[in-house]
């Protein structure tokens, strides 16, 4: 099978990963690849590991030719807008954007303060995160990105949320700048950026609305703090379980929610430097380490799990969604286990 790819918005940081991701991908070409500022340059220009892998060079997004598989990387609400248009250009579109995130309208207009531009394609757009959306994927055609913070959540409860354990739960979420996009900001800024660590969502973030929709409307806010770390997401859920629960429940819970999944590893060892899931070692992975603790004097459970954002929290996730839609194997281009030391 050969499947022709093109990327439009390819000049960010998860249409570089996109383009490394696919240029190992024993069953994809890239085909094109946008930037309408860089239109005519060579990738590299803007992908400096790319260089001498690709001879592609950026052009317009109104030269992106009829393919196979589309990803969109555009900013908020441009996908939602343009959408027919790309549908138009192959059978199968992901977008990374959260414009598609949300099966329901009401809960985009509550969560992002406005109406969706195409309210009727929600309910048939499938979520990308395979652990939660497998069975709808295979044939899909029009697969949402997914969100970092909110996959990280999401992996890390998820064994307890189905189970119907959470009492109540609050998400302490470290980020690395990555997150904030290529394009430079007041709060990305390096000089500003750098050696800090700033709370920047001290509740009510809007990845939230991604995690009731795949685990249901459990109690959960969430936290989110900007650290000094350029790729990767940490989650630390602090549970309050509806029964007491030992570690022994821990691992059995867990095990049985994960044990198909080629891409979660759980990481909870006694003891060791390397005990509980550490995003520095998924540098470049789309793994999800999760792991679990239990406090002895108060019961309470701790749930983690870290992930690359821009892998298993964007690009990653969206070429595993793309597997899955056209039948291929969920694994393929996806085994590079991350770097250490990094």
């Not at 949300?102 to 969706?116: C, F, K, S």
């Not at 700048?177 to 394009?183: D, L, R, T």
């Not at 995003?279 to 309470?300: E, I, K, T, Y």
């Amino acid at each position: 099978m050969s499947v022709r790819a093109s990327i439009v918005g390819a000049s960010g940081y998860a249409g570089g990963e996109l383009l490394r991701i696919l240029l190992g991908h024993p069953a994809v070409e890239i085909a094109q690849a946008s930037s309408r500022r860089l239109a005519g340059q060579p990738l590299h220009r803007q992908h400096p590991n790319l260089r001498g892998h690709l001879e592609h060079l950026f052009c317009v997004p109104e030269e992106i030719g009829a393919c196979d598989v589309l990803f969109l990387c555009m900013p908020h609400g441009r996908a939602g807008a343009e959408i027919e248009r790309w549908r138009g250009v192959a059978p199968l579109v992901i977008d990374l954007s959260a414009d598609f995130r949300l099966r329901n309208p009401d809960a985009y207009r509550a969560w992002y303060g406005e109406d969706h531009p195409a309210p009727a394609l929600l309910e048939r757009t499938i979520y990308g995160l395979p652990e939660v959306s497998r069975e709808r994927l295979h044939g899909a055609a029009l697969v949402s990105g997914v969100g970092c913070n909110a996959t990280a959540m999401t992996l890390a409860l998820l064994p307890l949320a189905r189970a119907g354990l959470i009492r109540r739960a609050i998400a302490d979420v470290k980020v690395g700048s990555s997150e904030a996009g290529a394009e430079p900001g007041a709060g990305s800024h390096h000089p500003t950026r750098a050696r800090t660590v700033r709370t920047y969502s001290p509740s009510g973030h809007r990845h939230l609305a991604e995690v009731f929709q795949s685990l249901g409307e459990i109690d959960l806010d969430a936290t989110v703090t900007a650290i000094d770390m350029v790729r990767g997401v940490l989650c630390t859920a602090h549970v309050e379980a509806s029964q007491p629960l030992a570690i022994k429940d821990l691992w059995r819970l867990y095990r049985e929610a994960y044990a198909n999944e080629p891409f979660v590893r759980i990481v909870a060892d006694r003891n060791g430097a390397n005990r509980l899931p550490d995003p520095r070692v998924l540098v470049g992975s789309n793994h999800a380490d999760v792991g679990f603790a239990v406090d002895q004097r108060s019961g309470r459970v701790i749930a983690l799990c870290a992930i690359d954002n821009l892998m298993k929290g964007a690009a990653g996730s969206a070429v595993q969604a793309m597997n899955s839609a056209l039948g291929l194997p969920e694994t393929d281009g996806l085994g590079f286990p991350g770097l250490h030391p990094a």
